[in-house]
């Protein structure tokens, strides 16, 4: 158990549709990065959040975008919902002492989302 | 996107075998991490990595953050058939982002 949770487990979207997946990080984690793990494949880095504030980005376009609150929970938002969007989407949940030092992360569960 | 080359890709083992798998990149990494992910779920941390040389064990589990920062191994001791999963590398740089990179994947099969 990490203590991350993610809503919902699976999710099943048409392709030009909007998708909100939700994380609950570990209680005091301050940072949170989301993954998409294609099948067969490991997890690609979306964009991270410190503090509420994005951290840093992978090579993902923009209708992919994020939310982080001061709950400990974050959201990540999918646009024009592709074929190619169909993956495991994960959230990890770390405490960083500043933005962009080195820590250990933890993951959720995961969604997994079908695009048809 | 960028991805460590990991290996093997797969083994089948039988139960009681020892395991050795590699991890090797072209960038420094300040950190690496391990993980074991089952099928449906999220990667869980085996052993995190924090200096280069540095060798840490986690039960039957031992792992390597290669000297010249590029690469990692873990060995696995006296396989059970629980050890059956995917195992990840995933290096972790200091920077802007804290963004992972992960390995290929190694996928671990237990006969027994």
């Known amino acids: 158990e990490t203590g991350v949770t993610q809503s919902p487990t699976h999710l099943i979207k048409t392709r030009g549709q909007q998708v909100t997946l939700r994380c609950s990080s570990q209680?005091?984690?301050?940072?949170v990065s989301w993954y998409q793990q294609a099948l067969g494949q490991g997890p690609q880095f979306i964009f991270q959040?410190?503090?509420?504030?994005?951290?840093g980005r992978g090579n993902f376009p923009p209708r992919f975008s994020g939310l982080q609150f001061p709950n400990y929970s974050s959201e990540l938002n999918v646009n024009a919902l592709e074929l190619d969007d169909s993956a495991l989407y994960l959230c990890a949940s770390s405490l960083a002492p500043a933005p962009g030092v080195g820590e250990t992360q933890y993951f959720g569960p995961g969604t997994r989302l079908l695009v048809l | 996107g960028q991805q460590l080359n990991q290996s093997p890709q797969s083994m089948f083992i039988q139960e009681g075998e020892d395991v050795s798998m590699n991890c090797t990149s072209s960038s420094i990494f300040n950190t690496w991490l391990w993980y074991k992910q089952d099928p449906g779920e999220g990667p869980v941390l085996l052993i995190a990595?924090?200096?280069?040389?540095e060798l840490t064990s986690n039960g039957r589990l031992t792992a390597q953050f290669g000297i010249t920062r590029k690469d990692s191994f873990l060995n696995i001791s006296a396989s059970i058939p629980s050890d059956v999963g995917i195992y990840f590398c995933?290096?972790?740089?200091?920077?802007?982002?804290?963004?992972?990179?992960f390995g290929t994947g190694t996928r671990l099969q237990v006969t027994l």
């Open positions: 959040y410190y503090r509420e504030e994005e951290n």
């Open positions: 990595l924090y200096k280069a040389g």
């Open positions: 209680s005091g984690h301050n940072t």
């Open positions: 995933a290096g972790l740089p200091t920077g802007t982002a804290s963004k992972l990179t």
